[in-house]
């Protein structure tokens, strides 16, 4: 009987198998690209996204007025050309002709303008309207005060859109790339209400279109020949496939499953790096690993003590031991790279020296501060991630090296976050920011004294408040740049938050995939990617 | 036996309703909420959100609206799937669930009774040492463990069949293999247990004593008896398996709904959650009936009427 039930079972496994690969010929002559991703996007509607791994769906599904291209330098995109006036306040976008929706309708200023509108009506509840708040009478419109009419966008003609901002803003035209900036096709939204997203009504303008999309399977793109550069776009069908454990990405990698994988297990990177050689990616990413000190409390508030902290911490036996390489050494909170920024970053002073030499600097201004050595405890805290609890262990040991005792708690990812948002009674936190703009002021405004959302350390600072406000009012970008390089220099001598890693970006490539360039906003548009099949 | 199934889905209603409620007290009761992102939302369009989901209503005033609505089939739409309603969700992924379940169940049950009576009749000799062994190995290596090892081996090393996803007949082989792994080491042992009771009954003896064929013996008289245990094995076991692996389904990459509870509770997806409580609350209560029927037409000695 056994000897029964094992052939059975052979001939069920090869004719499965043999099942399985019939799947595949009757698609041989597309190419298609299967693509690893973070995660299923929350929604397929731009404006109530606001993740990375949506960014990359929505990249391929619509074009914005500019586009990243695939050096993530922005580039033309819907609009051929713009103008901005002296002042820096208006801009006049010019539209491509060519431009069309992929049911053949032309793209025009009116769907930009419907667009912005609705993602600041608060009947849509966008949670990422404030990125677009430069827009004259944005934040009126989104806090209800004012009717979206108002906007300052609108349509001179078919082919031609003004928007109007508030104060000059040198990194608006980049602010664009980003999914809140994309265009809608207003007869389908209205249409269909919140339905538009299904692959039935769906109408996008860029290289792609939605086929379909199944929750925890893959969401399948297929290209749009009514996009203006169809003739270019070389990959047919995109099937973007979630893989919340990264180690599935791996194993489908080299089953030769898919093509590429958006993120990588880092615990296991020395050993993918041993197995798959160039294929694995690690770039640097516009991203910043820091631990705030809630500057509130009783001793944490004297700057000494929170620099006596930072000199103690082992920046470079983080990124090499505990990350494996993947995360780069910070001494500054706008991480390498950034636009518009000096030419020189300032960073901790003390970055070049010995750690030896630092641990004692730290114990003298410890004592300066009256700390006598072990009379200090700190509680450090994280959110669930192994990555994260080695990062504050071995934390916890660089700062009992200066006589700093401390405890570490861990918390849920949703509770976690609402607690340092609540003025939680943290001491020592972990915290990231990936930055949605290449601009040193996306990372320099979470230490704004009103940015309540985001400085988690109650940090408030009337000169660094006063720099920023500053920056804000200058259009010349140089001397903008001076002005955020000197908030910057303020924010380190007074390190609220200890910057510690920068992030990279960590990928698994396919040879046979051309055209990805690893680059800072880690940005892939599948249109300027080819695969040999 | 009618009046019997219709007594115990009345006598599963108030199960349900107490079900329903605990949960959604419990999920509210965590700390945290559906849009507490590591990017926080500023609190002004928050407001928006809450009153867009109804979640600036009193809880009781939000328990009696979700109440209202289920009576009415509406599960409400996912707070974190926003293209999906919690009804939608569960049209996809339930089928693939409940396939790749019935198939594992099928599986489990066709080996597992198989090496059970195997085991049984060579009581204490090679067959039974290697089978017992077989189902304590089954039984004690998870599948967080088995799922890797065995796409590693059969989809990149030997490229046999698909390292993972899902669509075709051969995407299923590896899954349901490893979800019914420890389901056959069960009902192994199960069935070896059940058989040699069975084997030493009276009525098997007397059988036995006629001159019967081991066969018709084991078959005829001895199974009946043996299957009872695993009977009542399966229903537990049924609603656990079709309503979906989060393991499996995850390293896999498999659309079904198990994974909906683990990322509907981390992600606060209030709807999610509860549905997905509603939907395996269901499932125990109707295989536990299934199985009550069952054990009526094996086992005539149970009367459900008294």
Redesign the interface.
């Known amino acids: 009987m056994i000897k029964t039930m094992l052939k059975a079972g052979a001939l069920s496994v090869a004719l499965a198998t043999a099942l399985g690969v019939a799947g595949g010929p009757a698609l041989a002559q597309e190419v298609v690209y299967n693509r690893g991703n973070d995660t299923d996007p929350s929604s397929l509607d731009q404006h109530k996204t606001s993740t990375v791994a949506e960014a990359h769906i929505l990249r391929d599904l619509y074009e914005g007025l500019v586009v990243y291209d695939n050096e993530a330098e922005v580039v033309p995109g819907a609009a051929e050309s713009w103008e901005v006036t002296e002042d820096g306040t208006v801009y006049t976008f010019k539209l491509r002709e060519d431009a069309r929706w992929s049911n053949g309708d032309p793209v025009t200023a009116q769907d930009f303008v419907f667009a912005l509108r609705r993602i600041q009506d608060p009947a849509t509840a966008a949670g990422y309207a404030n990125i677009l708040y430069p827009i004259a009478n944005a934040e009126a419109i989104n806090t209800g005060d004012m009717p979206k009419e108002e906007l300052g966008a609108r349509a001179i003609d078919d082919k031609t859109l003004e928007i109007t901002l508030e104060q000059a803003t040198p990194y608006f035209v980049e602010l664009l790339t980003h999914q809140t900036g994309l265009p809608l096709h207003q007869a389908s939204v209205e249409e269909h209400g919140d339905a538009f997203t299904r692959p039935e009504n769906i109408v996008t303008n860029g290289a792609y279109t939605l086929e379909s999309f199944v929750p925890n399977d893959r969401i399948v793109l297929r290209k749009n020949e009514n996009f203006h550069d169809a003739e270019n776009v070389q990959i047919d069908v995109v099937n973007y496939i979630p893989f919340e454990e990264r180690a599935t990405c791996v194993r489908r990698f080299e089953a030769g499953e898919v093509q590429s994988c958006s993120d990588l297990p880092s615990e296991q990177i020395d050993e993918l790096r041993a197995r798959l050689g160039d294929q694995v990616r690690v770039a640097p990413y516009l991203g910043t690993y820091y631990l705030p000190v809630k500057t509130t409390k009783d001793v944490l508030g004297d700057p000494r003590v929170r620099e006596a902290m930072s000199l103690a911490i082992d920046r470079v036996f983080l990124a090499e031991e505990i990350w494996q390489g993947t995360m780069v050494p910070a001494y500054s909170l706008v991480p390498p790279g950034t636009n518009n920024y000096v030419e020189t970053p300032p960073q901790l002073s003390y970055a070049e020296d010995d750690i030896l030499d630092r641990e004692d600097r730290a114990k003298e201004l410890l004592a300066e501060a009256g700390i006598e050595e072990g009379e200090l405890t700190v509680d450090l805290r994280y959110n669930t991630s192994e990555n994260n609890r080695n990062t504050m262990t071995a934390v916890s040991e660089m700062l009992r090296n200066i006589g700093i005792e401390t405890t570490i708690t861990e918390m849920e990812g949703a509770t976690y976050f609402n607690y340092l948002r609540e003025d939680g009674e943290f001491d020592v936190a972990r915290a990231g920011w990936i930055g949605d703009y290449n601009d040193p002021q996306n990372f320099l405004f979470l230490y704004e004294s009103d940015n309540l959302g985001f400085n988690y350390p109650r940090w408030s600072n009337e000169e660094y408040d006063a720099l920023m406000e500053r920056a804000e009012q200058e259009t010349d970008l140089q001397a903008r740049a001076e002005i955020l390089a000197e908030a910057e220099r303020l924010f380190l001598e007074n390190v609220p938050a200890i910057p510690i890693l920068f992030y990279t970006s960590k990928a698994l490539v396919s040879p046979n995939l051309e055209g990805w360039e690893d680059n800072i906003m880690n940005v892939h548009g599948t249109r300027f990617l080819s695969l040999q099949q | 036996m009618i009046g019997f199934v219709l007594r115990r889905l009345a006598g599963a209603i108030p199960t349900i309703f107490i079900i329903v409620t605990v949960a959604f007290f419990m999920i509210r009761a ?4 559906p ?11 928050m407001q ?2 809450n ?2 989901f109804n979640l600036d209503k009193p809880l009781w005033q939000q328990y009696v609206l979700y109440l209202g609505n289920v009576l009415q089939g509406d599960f409400g739409p996912s707070f ?5 309603s919690v009804a939608d ?1 569960f049209r ?2 339930l089928p693939v669930s409940v396939q790749l379940g019935a198939l594992a169940l099928l599986l489990a049950l ?2 597992g009774a ?1 090496l059970g009576v ?1 085991a049984a009749l060579r009581q204490n000799k090679g067959a039974d040492y290697a089978v017992v062994g077989i189902a304590t190995f089954g039984i004690t290596i998870p599948n967080f463990v088995v799922a ?1 090892v065995l ?2 081996l059969f ?2 090393w030997m ?15 590896l899954p349901v293999v490893t979800l019914a792994l420890p389901q056959i080491a069960i009902i192994a042992r199960l069935t070896r247990g059940a058989t040699i009771e069975a084997l030493r009954s009276n009525h098997v003896r007397t059988a036995r004593a006629y001159g019967l064929p081991t066969r018709v013996v084991v078959i005829t008289h001895t199974l009946r008896a043996a299957i009872l245990p695993v009977v009542s094995y399966l229903g537990p076991a049924a609603a656990a398996l079709l309503t979906g692996s989060v393991v499996v ?8 709904i198990g ?1 909906y509870f683990v ?1 509907g509770a ?3 997806d209030y709807t999610l959650v509860m549905g997905t409580v509603i939907v395996i609350a269901l499932f125990v209560v109707i295989f536990n009936l299934l199985v009550d029927i069952a054990y009526a037409v094996l086992d005539p000695r149970v009367r459900y009427e008294s």
Do not use: C, K, Y
């Open positions: 965590a700390p945290g909420g849009f507490d992102l590591e990017r926080p939302i500023d609190p002004l369009i928006n959100i009153a867009a974190t799937r926003r293209d999906f969700l996809l992924g066709l080996v198989t195997i890797p796409s590693l989809g990149v490229g046999w069949l698909p390292a993972g996803g899902w669509g075709t007949p051969a995407h299923m082989v389904e995850t390293i896999f990459g498999i659309p079904g994974r990322q981390l992600a606060r």
